[in-house]
């Protein structure tokens, strides 16, 4: 461990300075193996977080102002707001610069993962929600390491899996929970929502694409 | 995830295109010691992952060291390009070869192979392959090779090889039946014992060496014991007889095993045990341009796009007292900057709102007008309904692409909306300057940078790879946006150096490349260089550059070029003419050519300043988009000294920046006064550095192996070059990355 840290400390002592040589690979490398290395020695990174990101007093002077995303299997968790409306679509944008745009609570698109989802057509699922259950299709729209957008078809059935009252930041709701299972011809994955007793979907588990995982979604 | 493994030979790209997460998973063929697909030193009909770039470090006992670089041009057709050291048979007597001496050989060799037919359920795969084609032929063979998978875990190899492959067991050629011609192999003659101006250079195709002579019998099997292990054994058809120049390898069986271990996908380890003399071991690390580590990028979400309320959009005329002109170009200016685009100028009337920019951060100039067509949709008057994106580089109004402003509103986040936003963009020359109000040039105008260096010169010439390192310090002033000063010194750590070891290159000619090995050695502060560089739009298809000063470590003087390159042609046309003087080799400020002699006592190099050497130097220079990702190009006209002639090139672009190509350039230099090589030469690679970092950067690396670097088809290395400077707004690159323009 010390001997990892110490190899760091001589990289540091390598950077480059000045205007030109911001950016510059040299630096790129550097922040990788830096990551790297706190990462295996358990030292700086994303480890047990000191203060939330958000309390319930700012939710309650604020009512509806905030999104919680957690993302990376827990690793990372930030508070959105709301940036622009389009239509019923409403882009959040943590202080990081991490957009996720909802339609009706329904993951449309992402900005600023490894793997984004440029867009996304998921009417269907929240008819079917609404519904009670039901199957839908989905389109999803990536973009590949080639720059080239990859557009995928998926079948989903939902169903009403039982009914669960949640705590979100100290606040119980009594909710359903619904199951959307997917299948497309390169991925398949689960969803899960949340729904409270006015249809809004105030918890959710949703995939975005392979490199990028689950994001967790909560509504304080 | 991996549930299970199969191996098959050729339809690999298949199985990935239908591969649910669970699927059975082809790991790819493990590679030879010469570090193509293969056994060990046998090579198999297997084919790389299209794309993939394998480098391989080897070493076998006698058979010395060997890096090599394979490249899976098409799912077909491979290209490997090779550095080897090893011990050489020099035949003094041929009358007497057991008095023969050995003498270590610095080698370079190009191979090709292309797969004619896939595996299918009773057919092996069938692949044609030439070993060392190009250079002297050290390894010099040709082969036909069959694989064919048995069961899930089992490759079968057989193949026919000529040449080197066709030296044990060796029979009459089958291809005599077609022609007693192919009976008999031509010896190759080398430099030193040819007696013809022209013979043994090495470096030129030896067609009419290719399959001919005996053919012999080769085969093996690869067993995958598990995902990660694999044996191979194999019989070999290569006996490595002692010829003149053959390596000196010792053999006492005919029989290779080995082991392939590849702990993670990208890594293969092997030990072997060659020709029952030696013990060998090679590591392969594979690399495919096509498979981002980052995946998409890890760049910042982008503003969303402001959508006006229908009574907005209702307005006819844009109201000069709520929103006058200062406050919206300078709010823009603001909202650009946090993008890493410079607001150049802009044009507002109450229709239409023109936006010339300079993209400083995204390697992609489609998602940079992504960005700056969200970013206008914050401020630009609500009348105005047509945005027009004027990207710029280098000073350069490079295409103008116009987008109705509604369509951005409405195709944001929606499926199909990359398309549907291309379908509505119109491509066309930049606009006039008339109209448009300029923002004055941005501060600072003076940027500096100081680094450590690291300077590696591979295979240059008798030495694998030679290291510089030190520190370096840049500068640059801006004049206006499209006339910059700018500099780099460098002083190296280690302090005075021996010349580098290149091979002495007695010509008619002047040392105009060769000479290299003896700049900058001094220990001393070095000018890599320092020039003014001028670049100006002369019609709206027509681009010119003027830059004079110190343009490169060997030559200053002055260079001017002109281009034609219109937007929507996949042609451009180019001219550049520059007048040189050669550099003082102290890399100072002054001018001179050097000589060298050598001590007849002691044999050290003596470097005796010789007068000066100046040239005029230029190109006509042709360029193609092909299409499909190809790019051609062609220049021809007068090289560093003063010999005539034409360089051709073909690289495959990737969308992601990455480009792998290879050229030749052929002058009136005579072959055996241009040397050992003939002509040349070389693979270039292009990295774009947003694919290991991850976040955006415009910057990339690029370098070239040469197969030598000689005096002949030798060009002076000029920053900035017109080409690369105006095409990334061109529509053809414009196209080529439109998926990030909602990125």
Redesign the interface.
């Known amino acids: 461990m010390k001997r990892t840290t110490v190899f760091a400390a001589a990289l540091a002592l ?8 911001e ?4 630096k ?2 550097l ?2 193996v830096q990551q790297r290395v706190a990462g295996l020695t358990g030292g700086g990174g994303a480890a047990a977080p000191a203060a939330p990101v958000l309390t319930r007093a700012q939710v309650d002077a604020n009512p509806g102002a905030f999104l919680l995303v957690t993302a990376y299997g827990g690793n990372s968790v930030a508070s959105l707001v709301v ?5 019923n ?1 409403v ?1 959040w ?1 943590s202080a ?4 996720v ?1 909802l339609e009706n609570g329904i993951i ?2 992402t ?2 993962f ?3 989802l ?4 998921a009417r269907g699922v929240r008819a079917a929600i609404a519904a009670g259950g039901g199957n839908a299709q989905r ?1 999803h ?9 990859s ?1 995928e078809v998926l079948q989903c059935s939902i169903a009403l899996t039982g009914s669960e009252s949640i705590e979100i930041l100290g606040k119980t709701t009594p909710t359903r929970r619904f199951e959307e299972s997917c299948r497309g ?4 994955f689960s969803n899960t929502y949340w729904v409270a007793t006015g249809g809004a979907i105030i918890k959710s588990s949703q995939a975005v ?1 392979p ?2 995982g689950f994001l967790v979604l909560e509504r304080p | 995830m991996r549930s299970s493994y199969v191996r098959t030979v050729g339809y690999a790209a298949l199985l990935l295109a239908l591969g649910h997460g669970t699927q059975a998973q082809d790991n790819g063929p493990s590679y030879t010691v010469f570090g193509t697909p293969g056994l060990l030193e046998m090579p198999t009909a297997e084919s790389a992952g299209q794309g993939d770039i394998a480098a391989t470090i080897s070493y076998a006992g006698s058979g010395g060291y060997k890096t090599s670089f394979n490249y899976q041009l098409t799912d077909r057709l491979s290209g490997a390009f090779r550095y080897s050291t090893f011990d050489n048979w020099q035949i003094v007597d041929p009358a007497n070869p057991d008095a023969a001496r050995t003498k270590r050989t610095f080698d370079r060799s190009f191979d090709l192979q292309y797969r004619l037919t896939d595996e299918s359920q009773y057919l092996p795969a069938i692949a044609v392959g030439l070993r060392d084609f190009l250079g002297t032929g050290r390894f010099g063979s040709e082969y036909i090779v069959g694989s064919k998978s048995v069961g899930s875990n089992l490759i079968v190899t057989g193949g026919l090889g000529w040449g080197r492959l066709g030296s044990r067991n060796g029979f009459s050629n089958p291809f005599g039946v077609i022609d007693s011609g192919f009976d008999t192999r031509p010896v190759y003659v080398d430099r030193v014992q040819g007696n013809e101006d022209d013979a043994g250079n090495g470096g030129t195709i030896s067609v009419n060496q290719f399959f001919r002579g005996d053919a012999a019998f080769f085969g093996g099997f690869e067993y995958q014991l598990s995902p990660a292990l694999g044996i191979k054994a194999e019989y070999s058809s290569n006996a490595y007889l002692k010829e003149t120049f053959t390596p000196a390898v010792n053999v006492s069986s005919p029989l290779n095993f080995g082991l392939s271990y590849r702990p993670r996908p990208g890594v293969e380890l092997n030990a072997a045990y060659l020709n029952g003399e030696d013990l060998s071991a090679s590591a392969t690390f594979l690399i495919n341009p096509a498979k981002r580590s980052t995946a998409s990028g890890l760049d910042p979400a982008p503003a969303p796009v402001r959508v006006r309320t229908a009574d907005q959009r209702a307005a006819q005329t844009w109201d000069q007292v709520k929103q006058p002109e200062p406050a919206v170009r300078a709010g823009l200016t603001q909202l650009l900057q946090v993008e890493g685009i410079e607001l150049v100028g802009l044009e507002i009337t109450d229709r239409t709102a023109r936006l010339r920019y300079e993209n400083t951060r995204y390697r992609s100039e489609a998602q940079a007008m992504g960005r700056a067509a969200r970013m206008m949709t914050q401020i630009i008057p609500p009348s105005v309904q047509t945005f027009v994106l004027e990207p710029m580089q280098a000073g350069l109004p490079l295409s103008s692409v116009t987008l109705p402003r509604r369509q951005i509103e409405q195709l944001e986040n929606r499926v199909g909306g990359t398309a549907a936003i291309y379908d509505a963009a119109s491509f066309g020359q930049a606009g006039a300057v008339d109209g448009l109000v300029m923002n004055p040039a941005p501060g600072p105008r003076f940027r500096w940078g100081i680094g450590p260096y690291l300077n590696l010169t591979i295979f240059s010439g008798t030495s694998a790879l030679e290291a510089d390192v030190g520190i370096q310090a840049d500068a640059e002033y801006h004049v206006s946006r499209n006339f910059v000063i700018s500099g780099r010194v460098r002083q190296s750590a280690l302090g005075a150096q021996e010349a580098l070891r290149f091979f002495d290159n007695p010509n008619d000619y002047a040392n105009v490349r060769t000479d290299q090995a003896f700049f900058g050695r001094d220990g001393d502060l070095n000018l890599r260089h320092l020039t003014a560089a001028y670049y100006s739009r002369l019609t709206p298809e027509v681009y010119g550059r003027v830059t004079a000063g110190y343009l490169e470590q060997m030559y200053g003087g002055i260079s001017t070029e002109v281009l034609y390159a219109p937007v929507g042609s996949r042609f451009a046309l180019g001219a550049e003419v520059n007048y040189l003087a050669m550099r003082d080799q102290d890399m100072g400020l002054g001018f001179a050519q050097y000589r060298t002699e050598r001590d007849p006592v002691t044999g050290f190099r003596n470097r005796v300043e010789d007068g000066d050497y100046t040239v005029v130097s230029g190109h006509v220079s042709a360029y193609f988009d092909i299409g499909k990702g190809f790019e051609a190009r062609v220049d021809a006209g007068r090289y560093l000294a003063g010999d005539w002639g034409a360089t051709f090139a073909l690289d495959r672009e990737f969308e992601n920046g990455w480009k792998i190509g290879g050229y030749f350039t052929l002058t009136d230099m005579p072959f055996d006064q241009f040397g050992e090589g003939s002509f040349d030469k070389g693979i270039r690679i292009t990295i774009p550095y947003d694919y290991f970092i991850g976040t955006p950067s415009r910057r990339t690396t690029s370098t070239t192996l040469q197969s030598l670097s000689r005096d002949g088809g030798a060009r002076v290395q000029v920053q900035g070059r017109l080409y690369e400077a105006v095409r990334g707004g061109q529509r053809s690159e414009l196209d080529d990355t439109w998926g990030r323009f909602w990125r």
Request: charged share 20%.
């Open positions: 390598l950077t480059a300075c000045g205007p030109m040589y950016n510059s690979a040299a790129g490398f922040a990788v940036a622009s409306t389009n239509g679509r882009t944008l990081d610069n991490v957009a745009t449309v698109a900005r600023g490894p793997r984004d440029i867009a996304v057509d389109i729209e990536t973009i590949t390491d080639l720059d080239q957008i557009q011809e390169r991925t398949a694409a490199a990028t």
